[in-house]
Nanobody
Framework: EVQLVESGGGLVQPGGSLRLSCTGSGFTFDDYSIGWFRQAPGRQREGIACINRGDDPTYYADSVKGRFTISRDGEKNTVYLQMNSLKPEDTAVYYC????????????????WGQGTQVTVSS
């Protein structure tokens, strides 16, 4: 069974940090590009970062550039999203997704999805 499981979400104060993890199983994780997306209430799902098979980050949304870092650990079948200097507008459900091919921003191009993890930035 193919699974992607996100973890690491929670409540954090503005200016704080969180590290999200996305762990895959049931498929050859190393062959897949991974993207992180987020969706806030009433808003469309937004692609914020993606990484290719070779641990080479290929995209950051302008809204997170310089604050978020995506990386992957092949031995653990895990992709991380380090989020620093968090802002209230970063509040959303964060999803990871896997795609067999080059990383792209469009969520429609991803085959496997996790269930999401809530990130709330509030004082």
């Amino acid at each position: 069974e193919v699974q992607l499981v996100e973890s690491g979400g929670g409540l954090v104060q503005p200016g704080g940090s969180l590290r999200l993890s996305c762990t895959g199983s049931g498929f050859t994780f190393d062959d897949y590009s991974i993207g992180w997306f987020r969706q806030a209430p009433g808003r469309q799902r937004e692609g914020i970062a993606c990484i290719n098979r070779g641990d080479d980050p290929t995209y950051y949304a302008d809204s997170v550039k310089g604050r978020f870092t995506i990386s992957r650990d092949g031995e653990k079948n895990t992709v991380y999203l380090q989020m620093n200097s968090l802002k209230p507008e970063d509040t959303a459900v964060y999803y990871c997704a896997a795609r067999l091919g080059v990383p792209v921003v469009s969520s429609k191009e991803y085959e496997y999805w996790g269930q999401g993890t809530q990130v709330t930035v509030s004082s």
